[in-house]
């Protein structure tokens, strides 16, 4: 049988996310952060599939947004390539994004974007930071 994974809430996917991403991470402060975030307009959510996508609105169009998925990497690729047309959509002119794990890298090339790849090094090792111009 293979059926679709049910979608569940987008609360229930950052849970699980962060539990899986960072296991010393406060749960509930991190949620009640989001929550607070989001009631004061700072950020807000977008779903697709099991993927929320936190975004940040910055200066000049440019959006930061941060990933929470519970769903395999290939099913994320795809979460990827519309949530980069969905932000589009909402008037953003570029899409940043970070991260410190060099798989991301693979996947933001697996996703066929137009992605920028830069790199730094930081008090935790590497990060690297993806760029799209949307």
């Not at 899409?95 to 974007?113: D, H, N, W």
């Amino acid at each position: 049988m293979n059926a679709q994974p049910q979608q569940v809430s987008s609360t229930e996917i950052i849970q699980k996310s962060i539990a899986q991403e960072d296991p010393d991470l406060d749960i509930t402060r991190a949620m009640q952060t989001i929550a607070y975030m989001m009631q004061k307009k700072m950020i807000q959510l977008l779903q697709i599939g099991n993927t929320v996508f936190m975004l940040k609105p910055l200066d000049d169009g440019v959006v930061e947004f941060h990933t929470f998925t519970i769903e395999p990497i290939n099913d994320l690729i795809l979460r990827y390539r519309a949530g980069i047309n969905s932000i589009k959509e909402m008037g953003f002119k570029k899409a940043i994004t970070y991260s410190e794990s060099p798989a991301f890298v693979k996947i933001a090339q697996q996703t066929g974007l137009p992605v920028n790849i830069s790199q730094e090094k930081t008090d935790k090792g590497m990060t690297y930071k993806f760029e799209v111009d949307l």
